[in-house]
């Protein structure tokens, strides 16, 4: 079983225009009025004549276009030489100016590259006060003033002062330590006597105290255990009360009422809800039955369908199939009346080739036109 396929329904339409293009030929091949023998001279004439006309009209284009870039590059030889003037006179105007009216001595910065500034300039150091001898110029320095020895004399007198000055500081340090020392030592043993005295009083309160804390833990013990009593006995009696509640409550007895919710009898408590009754389960049983009823009907009416469209399918297959052989039938049968129409054809130009020769061959050459024009007539 075959199915037409896209590139079945191409090969049919190559097939269709090649049938009218056959179709076209014939029709200008038997008709006599166009048909003729040879080559069409008229419109080889015609297509010479454009082609020499193409050829002059893209000469004649060449030729404007090779006069517009000789003009183009002469045009730009001209601008090219009057820039190159005009660059040179300015050029020439700018260093006029600057020789006339820009000259080194004006300058702002003339002093940092002036030939003379050596000869100008002061000397480095005129005395030790000179306000030009600034820190980074590094012109005079530590121990190098031009009053060196009268500063190294007063120096030398001003370290013997302050060599006296400190023995004399020296002497007074160590009177008033040993002073300060015979002072620490009376403090030092009246702060032991002191602290023999307190440490004795705190070994009094702390037996004190001691006897005072065993005492309030004694009864402290007592009425923990007191307490513990009476808390385990509490606890067990909750404990029944607790048990006792929940074997008469709803959660283990599983009584369905407690399940249900104040917002409508469809509803449920989630956390008291125990699970479906046998009437809704024998529901739900139910409604899947029905459910798969629907199911297998579907199914069986998909498969009708298909089973529907698979024979539509197959008739229209078989029926493409019987169209194409019969247009192979047509096919031969045009193939086969063309070739007889060629075969007759070209036996009639045979025999018209062979009267034409015998009459140039037995008639005068004047007589052959007259001849011809009578017999088609």
Same mark, same amino acid.
């Given at each position: 079983?075959?199915?037409?396929?896209?590139?079945?329904?191409?090969?049919?339409?190559?097939?269709?225009?090649?049938?009218?293009?056959?179709?076209?030929?014939?029709?200008?091949?038997?008709?006599?009025?166009?048909?003729?023998?040879?080559?069409?001279?008229?419109?080889?004439?015609?297509?010479?004549?454009?082609?020499?006309?193409?050829?002059?009209?893209?000469?004649?284009?060449?030729?404007?276009?090779?006069?517009?870039?000789?003009?183009?590059?002469?045009?730009?030889?001209?601008? !090219?030489?009057?820039?190159?003037?005009?660059?040179?006179?300015?050029?020439?105007?700018?260093?006029?100016?600057?020789?006339?009216?820009?000259?080194?001595?004006?300058?702002?910065?003339?002093?940092?590259?002036?030939?003379?500034?050596?000869?100008?300039?002061?000397?480095?150091?005129?005395?030790?006060?000179?306000?030009?001898?600034?820190?980074?110029?590094?012109?005079?320095?530590?121990?190098?003033?031009?009053?060196?020895?009268?500063?190294?004399?007063?120096?030398?007198?001003?370290?013997?002062?302050?060599?006296?000055?400190?023995?004399?500081?020296?002497?007074?340090?160590?009177?008033?330590?040993?002073?300060?020392?015979?002072?620490?030592?009376?403090?030092?043993?009246?702060?032991?006597?002191?602290?023999?005295?307190?440490?004795?009083? &705190?070994?009094?309160?702390?037996?004190?105290?001691?006897?005072?804390?065993?005492?309030?833990?004694?009864?402290?013990?007592?009425?923990?255990? !007191?307490?513990?009593?009476?808390?385990?006995?509490?606890?067990?009696?909750?404990?029944?009360?607790?048990?006792?509640?929940?074997?008469?409550?709803?959660?283990?007895?599983?009584?369905?009422?407690?399940?249900?919710?104040?917002?409508?009898?469809?509803?449920?408590?989630?956390?008291?809800?125990?699970?479906?009754?046998?009437?809704?389960?024998?529901?739900?049983?139910?409604?899947?039955?029905?459910?798969?009823?629907?199911?297998?009907?579907?199914?069986?009416?998909?498969?009708?369908?298909?089973?529907?469209?698979?024979?539509?399918?197959?008739?229209?297959?078989?029926?493409?199939?019987?169209?194409?052989?019969?247009?192979?039938?047509?096919?031969?049968?045009?193939?086969?009346?063309?070739?007889?129409?060629?075969?007759?054809?070209?036996?009639?130009?045979?025999?018209?080739?062979?009267?034409?020769? &015998?009459?140039?061959?037995?008639?005068?050459?004047?007589?052959?036109?007259?001849?011809?024009?009578?017999?088609?007539?």
């Amino acid at each position: 079983m075959e199915v037409a396929q896209p590139k079945d329904l191409e090969q049919e339409f190559r097939l269709a225009r090649r049938r009218h293009a056959e179709l076209c030929r014939q029709k200008w091949v038997f008709n006599a009025r166009s048909r003729i023998i040879g080559g069409d001279t008229e419109a080889w004439d015609v297509q010479v004549h454009d082609q020499k006309i193409k050829e002059a009209t893209e000469k004649a284009r060449h030729e404007t276009f090779a006069a517009e870039m000789r003009q183009n590059d002469k045009i730009t030889c001209i601008l !090219e030489d009057r820039e190159r003037r005009d660059r040179k006179n300015l050029c020439k105007a700018i260093n006029d100016f600057q020789q006339s009216f820009q000259k080194p001595e004006t300058r702002r910065e003339f002093d940092l590259s002036d030939p003379l500034a050596l000869k100008k300039d002061l000397p480095a150091r005129q005395s030790d006060n000179d306000v030009r001898n600034t820190i980074s110029g590094m012109q005079k320095f530590m121990g190098e003033d031009l009053n060196f020895h009268e500063r190294k004399k007063f120096q030398e007198e001003q370290n013997r002062e302050w060599s006296l000055q400190q023995q004399r500081e020296w002497e007074n340090a160590r009177a008033h330590q040993k002073c300060a020392e015979d002072l620490y030592m009376k403090t030092r043993l009246q702060f032991d006597q002191t602290a023999m005295h307190l440490q004795n009083l &705190e070994s009094a309160t702390r037996k004190a105290v001691c006897a005072a804390v065993k005492e309030f833990n004694k009864s402290q013990a007592l009425e923990s255990a !007191e307490r513990k009593i009476q808390e385990k006995k509490q606890e067990q009696e909750d404990s029944l009360a607790e048990i006792s509640s929940l074997l008469r409550g709803d959660l283990l007895s599983e009584n369905p009422q407690q399940a249900a919710s104040s917002f409508g009898p469809h509803r449920v408590v989630p956390d008291r809800w125990k699970g479906m009754t046998r009437e809704q389960l024998e529901q739900i049983r139910l409604v899947q039955k029905q459910q798969v009823q629907e199911k297998l009907r579907l199914q069986e009416e998909e498969r009708q369908r298909d089973m529907d469209w698979d024979r539509r399918r197959v008739q229209r297959a078989r029926a493409v199939l019987l169209s194409e052989r019969q247009q192979q039938r047509q096919q031969r049968d045009l193939r086969r009346a063309l070739d007889c129409s060629n075969f007759s054809l070209a036996k009639e130009q045979l025999l018209q080739k062979k009267y034409m020769k &015998e009459v140039y061959t037995n008639h005068p050459t004047e007589d052959y036109f007259t001849q011809f024009n009578t017999r088609s007539r």
